[in-house]
């Protein structure tokens, strides 16, 4: 099916600029994913700031007991703002790390921006568990992108149950108004992705 005939959520964001953007349609819903999306150099160093922390940095990750929301306490994960409506908790990490990715995404307005760790919460080999509950990331009208940090087998699925994967320096970007929802890895001690979202 193409993206003309696609007629349910479908994201349209003009990236001619990139030589690598697939459209992917499953089910219900599409979305587009960008491989290598940013410049080797550039991706390693916000690995090596999220992943391993530097001698100049340790990456702080504050504890958030919900995942999708508040009372959402099934599981748990630890994550930081780096831009929340225009509030920048800390400017080193905005240059580092929000400066490279909003400079590759034709956006007018950058909402928010957040660096997630979901740790392993299962045994090795044993079933995803938990998920977080179907969820958009907020009321108004917004696109999503999803920059995965490190590759593991913990994805993000839509309700029809579309998984994106989790593919480090591999971008996702889809509909604000589809639910979607986490999934835990089970290969991985921790899973890192950046989540965007932003009005185009």
């Known amino acids: 099916m193409s993206g003309e005939e696609q007629t349910k959520d479908v994201i ?3 990236m001619d600029y990139f030589d690598n953007v697939v459209l992917e349609n499953a089910g219900d ?3 587009q994913r960008v491989d290598n999306f940013l410049p080797k150099e550039i991706f390693r160093d916000i690995q090596s700031l999220l992943l391993n922390g530097d001698q100049n940095q340790i990456m702080p990750w504050y504890y958030r007991q919900g995942m999708a929301d508040f009372e959402d306490t099934e599981g748990f994960l630890f994550g930081n703002d780096i831009i929340n409506r225009g509030v920048i908790p800390d400017n080193n990490l905005f240059l580092d790390i929000a400066t490279p990715i909003i400079s ?6 950058l909402i928010r921006m957040k660096v997630n760790s979901h740790p392993r919460q299962t045994l090795r080999g044993s079933p995803n568990y938990p998920p977080c509950r179907f969820h958009t990331d907020m009321k108004e009208e ?4 999803i920059l995965s940090i490190n590759t593991c087998n913990g994805y993000t699925e839509f309700e029809d149950g579309t998984q994106l994967e989790s593919i480090e320096n591999s971008l996702v970007i889809f509909n604000g108004n589809i639910k979607h ?3 835990g890895q089970t290969d ?4 890192v992705n950046i989540n965007i979202n932003f009005q185009q």
């Open 12 to 14: 349209n964001i003009d």
């Open 142 to 145: 917004h696109t999503v992108a």
């Open 104 to 109: 590759r995404l034709p956006m007018r307005q």
């Open 181 to 183: 929802r986490s999934m």
């Open 188 to 191: 991985s001690n921790i899973r």
């Open 29 to 31: 819903y599409s979305y």
